[in-house]
């Protein structure tokens, strides 16, 4: 019997938020496994309430569920507690939509959305009764995949996942599929599993660590190469080039439990072309790709009466830079006076005056809080990032907030960033108490959060090549910072752990030889490493010392241009070169200017896929000037290639 | 208006919290577009009012919420449809059986509500050693217990909340078709307890058997709330009584089919 539910029943009463593990979300669909459809355990490798908001496994669920060849059921990492319980009483990683055993499926999918999650998927893999290693792996085994942004330098999970998706999921889970459907009708032979991995190699988008050998000199990485000439030397990024020919989720997960970002999501642009150097998630997803604005009218209605929530989330990496976005936003509003109020957020809020007017009109009811993220304290350290907001947008930004009635402020910044002085350090703090000066002309008790991360450089990134800067430095500028603070009325400063970020840095550039580390981190009990309260960064530093790695040489030094980087196999698009030259601009402290209402640069993520940004507006949106390089003028650069990167689409 | 509508918890959705539940009220009430009144100010909450709280784990065939509606929109609402129509934008498991209104003026639920009456199924007992506690426990004078008041130790007497304990003998099935206990392997203790003017829960009754008995959910077993009753004036009824049921219920309207 594949229910295990009986069994997982009586252990549930003595866990901690037990309705993490029932399913039962108005949404959920129970697979049909039958002998002909390709079984997928969706599997996020953290808790539920992390977990099942995440949109890309929420989209690849119901495109598999529709499929007729395909069925697919989720899991999640279950909490130390039960995990315990689970390991006690013999009981393997479940679905939560049919408490089937993980084993019961042909794949088991990770999301990969953070680096401090590589133990949790070890852990998973573990629990599912799965050999640890690919290469240990049988036919009869599911296969252990990953996809989502830190698959971009898969390499210290390499050994262990059978293979990996860059890019876009939504159209190749379905090559993927089919390709696992056949060798299931097959009779999956005692010798198969090799010839369906080849065969996997040859989708595009789809990387088979197995599939390549690995050549160091000395501790020096030299190259990755395929072993078959039908292998590619270069796995390249899937990206879908129309999101509205894929309008999911369409019936979004309710759950039962409170989770993060407990509301209504829909996904109005995906990629960003700011072109801000620190981020890996604006250099990846590229180009932008605008979903019509009559679609995401429909999607919102048909999602707020199907899931009864009343909140609205326009999601996006910047959400004000949708073409229209006053006009959806009024729309949205207007629709839901006839029936249920529906407050309207847009998480990820642009510095300037104008988004502050949208946020003013969406929060009618509870204006409590606005978050802003200047990123860097001194307009210098802006340059070099290229988030290129001068201190006077967000002046103003902060100013119509505070005369709209809103009362807290919350700013993110960080710290660590390449050429980064002590002075640059303690303009963070200079803007937080000039911000606290703008709202006392509005209020008596004006309150501003600083939030301060340790930035981690990340692949496909012009930072790529940065030394990360150590512990102790990190800890030196958070400290300079709190003795800046300490007697700043109104201003909280709250920091990211250093060490944390350090780990994060061990995985994020690392190469294979880093799965030796991960698991033994996880050997000696080190699960759940993004939870503060179970964090240990010597289980990390004295797995790296065991296995003679140094930490030094894979996080602090600077790269060298000419080194091999453990993910030059892969590609995102972007042009090696292109990101080098913009590395050299970021010390030269050049900006570049977005590419959707400028000339294009030639990157790579357009020309090389041969698609285009998808924006319904050839100009910047009102007043969205700011931020975009704009009237910043550009020196010392020279657009190469042809503007082939704008196409205006009349809708 | 007020309605006061009645459901069950029953089967896997046991295990969401009372907060759980009354977020999920929230959305199922908005889905269907009942015109439920608001709270004033600056972030306005819809009007509900809970009764007393299940614990995360226990069952109940008898919850009870009430619903202020707004009173322009209050008379288009069809009561005896609400069941019908409120099940389905529920998870399995929470099933509303019946609707009715909830006179002005009423006592709200955690006030008027006295006692309630549990079904506890324990696995593994020697029912003869069960029959024997429940008497030693009812013919007791005082049940001293230790417990936490405001981060303070207090002692509080359990015996005056202890208004009776049966041994059923062997459990049977409980609307085994929403994924109620089955009993297999359980003894069936029926203990009816005060919720005034401190309520007892049913862990804390297993504390006092000798030996102490966990919370039965914890070792297995399962605990339903049976029944819960408003005790005034000599007589006793339901809150909401279930329509057709044996015992009178003046303001029951429909149920489930």
Known sequence: ?651 | MRVRLRYTKLGKVRFTSHRDVARLWERALRRAGLPVASTQGFAPRPRLHFGLALSTGHESLAEYLDVDLRDDAAGDVDLAALPAVLTPLLPPGLTVEAAGVSEAGEASLQQAVTQCTWWLDLPGSDPSWLVAEAARLLAAERLPVQRERKGRQVVDDLRPGILDLSVLGPATPVAPERGGPTGDGCIRLEAVLATQPRGIRPSELMGVFSPARPDPVHEGGRVVRARQVISAGGATREPLGLPGAATPAPHAVARAS
């Not at chain 1, 250099?283 to 199907?306: C, H, K, L, N, S």
Request: charged share 25%; aromatic share 8%; hydrophobic share 40%.
């Open chain 1, 1 to 651: 019997m594949d229910d295990l539910w009986p069994r997982l029943e009586p252990l549930l009463a003595r866990v901690s938020k037990p309705a993490r593990y029932i399913g039962l979300e108005d949404g959920m669909v129970r697979a049909d496994l039958g002998p002909r459809t390709v079984g997928w355990l969706l599997t996020y490798p953290d808790t539920y309430e992390v977990g099942l908001p995440n949109q890309g496994l929420q989209i690849l669920y119901e495109i598999l569920d529709e499929r007729p060849d395909a069925a697919a059921e989720r899991a999640y990492a279950p909490w130390v507690d039960l995990e315990a319980l689970m390991r006690e009483h013999g009981l393997p990683l479940f679905s939560v939509d049919s408490h089937r055993p993980a084993t019961a499926f042909d794949v088991l999918a990770f999301n990969l959305s953070a680096e401090l999650v590589y133990t949790n998927v070890l852990n998973c893999i573990d629990l599912a009764g799965i050999p640890l290693r690919s290469a240990e792996r049988a036919a009869t085994d599911p296969l252990v995949a990953a996809g989502g942004h830190c698959t971009y330098n898969p390499e210290p999970l390499a050994d262990f996942l059978d293979f990996v998706v860059l890019g876009d999921g939504e159209a190749v889970v379905g090559e993927i599929t089919e390709v696992l459907a056949e060798w299931k009708a097959s009779g999956r032979g005692p010798d198969s599993r090799p010839h369906v991995l080849r065969e996997l190699s040859h989708i595009p988008g789809v990387y088979v660590p197995s599939m390549y050998d690995v050549v160091y000199e000395g501790a020096d990485l030299v190259a990755v190469t395929p072993r078959y000439p039908d292998v590619p030397e270069v796995v390249e990024k899937r990206t879908i080039a129309d999101l509205a020919a894929w309008p999911y989720p369409k019936r979004q997960l309710v759950p039962l439990t409170e989770v993060v970002h407990d509301r209504l999501n829909v996904e109005v642009f995906r990629g960003c072309t700011r072109g801000c150097r620190f981020c890996q998630a604006g250099m990846i997803t590229r180009p932008v790709r605008e979903r019509p604005a009559d679609q995401v009218r429909t999607m919102v209605a048909e999602g707020v009466r199907r899931t009864g929530y009343d909140e609205v989330a326009l999601t996006s990496l910047s959400t004000a830079d949708y073409s229209g976005i006053e006009d959806v936003v009024r729309d949205v509003i207007a629709a839901d006076a006839c029936t249920q109020p529906v407050s309207v957020s847009l998480p990820s809020l642009r510095v300037d005056a104008f988004t502050v007017g949208i946020a003013t009109e969406l929060q009618r009811a509870r204006r409590t809080g606005l978050t802003f993220a200047p990123e860097a304290g001194t307009w210098r350290m802006r340059r070099v990032i290229n988030k290129l907001i001068s201190d006077e947008d967000l002046y103003g930004a902060v100013e119509a907030a505070y005369a709209n009635g809103w009362r807290r402020m919350k700013l993110y910044f960080l710290t660590g960033l390449p050429t980064e002085t002590d002075e640059d350090t303690l303009g963070i703090g200079r803007l937080a108490r000039d911000c606290v000066e703008i709202g006392r002309r509005y209020h008596r008790s004006p309150s501003v959060t600083v939030s301060v991360g340790g930035f981690v450089p990340k692949a496909f990134t012009p930072f790529q090549w940065f030394g990360q800067n150590t512990v102790g430095e990190l800890a030196r500028k958070i400290g300079l910072l709190r003795d800046d603070l300490r007697h700043s009325r109104g201003v909280q400063l709250k920091w990211h752990d250093p060490k944390a970020s350090l780990v994060e840095g061990i995985a994020s550039r690392g190469d294979r030889r880093i799965g030796a580390v991960i698991e033994e981190v996880w050997r000696r009990g080190g699960t759940f490493q993004e939870w503060s309260e179970r964090f240990d960064v010597d289980l990390w530093l004295d797995a790296m010392a065991a296995h003679g790695l140094s930490v030094d040489w894979y996080v602090h030094r600077h790269r060298r241009e000419d080194e091999t980087l453990p993910w030059d196999h892969l590609s995102a698009g972007l042009h090696k070169d292109f990101l080098w030259s913009d590395w050299r601009d970021a010390l030269d402290e050049v900006g570049l200017e977005d590419c959707r209402w400028t000339p294009c640069y030639d990157c790579g993520a357009c020309t090389g896929y041969g698609i285009e940004h998808v924006v319904a507006s050839t100009s910047p949106p009102a007043g969205g000037s700011q931020g975009t390089g704009q009237g910043h003028g550009r020196v010392g650069v020279v657009a190469v290639g042809l503007p082939t990167g704008l196409r205006a689409v009349g809708r």
